[in-house]
Each structure stands twice: as C-alpha cells, then as structure tokens.
C-alpha cells in the first residue's frame, strides 16, 4: 500500500475512468446511439458532434436532481431528442426511446477495469470505502452488475443532491456519511477541478489518470491505475 493511504481511513472513489470506462468510447454516444444514428451522425466533424452534445447536457446539468431510473430515462429521451434535432439526424420517437431505453437499462454500456476488483477487495480491508460520483440513478445497477456495490459503505451520487462535483455539497455529503474528519480521507478522481474541490475541504486528493486525457500536470499525487495504490 502507498504510504500516502497507510495514515487514513477512508478512501472515496469517482466511478467514470476511475472504476470503469464506457464501452463505445463515450458515456453519451453509446453503440446503440450509433447503431440507430447511423451514417448522419458520422459526417459531423468532432467539433460539430462535440457543440450539439454540450447543448444536451446543459438541459442535464439544469435539471439534474433525478430520483429513480423513469425519471432518468425521461431525461435522456429529451437529450437525445435534441441531439437528433440540432444534428438533423431525423431520429423518430421510437428510435430516441430506444436509445435513452439503452442508455438507462443496458449495464453493457459500462466496462470495469480489469484491476479495480482486487483493487478495491484489498483496500476494503483496511478502509472504508465510499462513492463520490456524477451521475444518474443507474449507478446502482451499474456498479451492482460490475460486482463492485459490495466493497462500499457510503455512496454520493449527484443526481439526489441535485448538483455536481466540485460543489462542497457532494463532499459534505460524503464525509457525513462516512463518518471521518476530512483529514482521515483521500479521494481519487479522473478530474483536478474536482480534486481541487476535495482540498479545499481538507480531502486529499489523487488524480488518476486512466484515462489519457486525465495525464496531465497536476499538483497532486497522480497514478495511472488503481492497482498503484496497492
């Protein structure tokens, strides 16, 4: 175990690119999105595809306290709908259904890295675990279906506060939960806003960068797997 992590006694844990990462290579565009979106969607440039998805998620980001998966399903017919629309991708009502259906339901969507199961076994041994994510009601069944629920004690999710990371709520909220000072955690997470946010409560944070766009300077302690913690 890293000495960083031999002093403390909880760790909290992001869950996108830090647990597990979306098996089309986008949390939004799934391979269902593509499947039914077809060539119409592949002839927008990046930037194109990038603009008509910020659009989408800022209806997300200003509705976002959801409190079970019909409520997030709603949502997601409304984010896709407005992607069909801004892309004049012609989607109809049932192909956006069908999509926000798979975007909500199918926990294939999501694939977990293959060393947080020892991972996490490991630490829970010595910590207490818990979750401080951005996300929707699916997380439970997501992290249920990928065997992980089991190690954790607490769970912060955005979507019942109804804001996100880096709002002192989520890490209050956490820390109430778990039951220790700020002092006594560590947080990891994919993001620096976001570990920034956990600092100034005292957390101290971890970056990881699975993900190659999370390999970035940073001030903090950076891995580039959990199995470095270990």
């Known amino acids: 175990m ?18 597990d990462y979306p098996a ?19 002839r927008y440039s990046e930037s194109e595809i990038e603009e008509a998805k910020n659009k989408g998620l800022k209806y997300l ?11 997030e399903y709603k949502q997601f017919i409304y984010f896709y709908n407005e992607i069909s629309r801004f892309l004049s991708l012609g989607l109809t009502e049932n192909a ?18 293959p060393d947080a199961p020892q991972v996490l076994e490991t630490l829970a041994e010595t910590h207490k675990l818990g979750v401080i994510s951005d996300t929707w009601p699916s997380i439970e069944q997501q992290l249920d ?16 506060l109804g804001t996100f990371k880096p709002d002192k ?8 939960k778990i039951g ?12 620096l806003q976001n570990l920034k946010g956990a600092a100034e409560l005292g957390i101290t944070p971890i970056l990881i960068a699975a993900n190659p766009a999370s390999d970035i300077d940073s001030p903090f302690l950076k891995i580039h797997s959990l199995k470095e913690l270990l």
């Open 2 to 19: 890293i000495d960083l992590l031999k002093n403390k006694k909880a760790i909290f844990f992001d869950v996108g690119y830090t647990l």
């Open 24 to 42: 089309s290579g986008d949390w939004m565009f799934t391979d269902k999105f593509r499947e039914i979106a077809g060539e119409k969607f592949c």
């Open 61 to 71: 980001k200003d509705n976002h306290l959801v409190l079970n998966t019909e409520e």
């Open 96 to 113: 956006i259904k069908e999509i926000a259906h798979d975007r909500t339901y199918n926990m294939k969507n999501y694939i977990l890295y």
């Open 145 to 160: 279906t990928l065997g992980v629920i089991k190690y954790f004690s607490s769970t912060t999710y955005s979507c019942y």
């Open 169 to 176: 709520l989520m890490y209050t909220d956490a820390l109430e």
């Open 180 to 191: 220790f000072p700020a002092e006594d955690t560590v947080f990891i997470d994919d993001s």
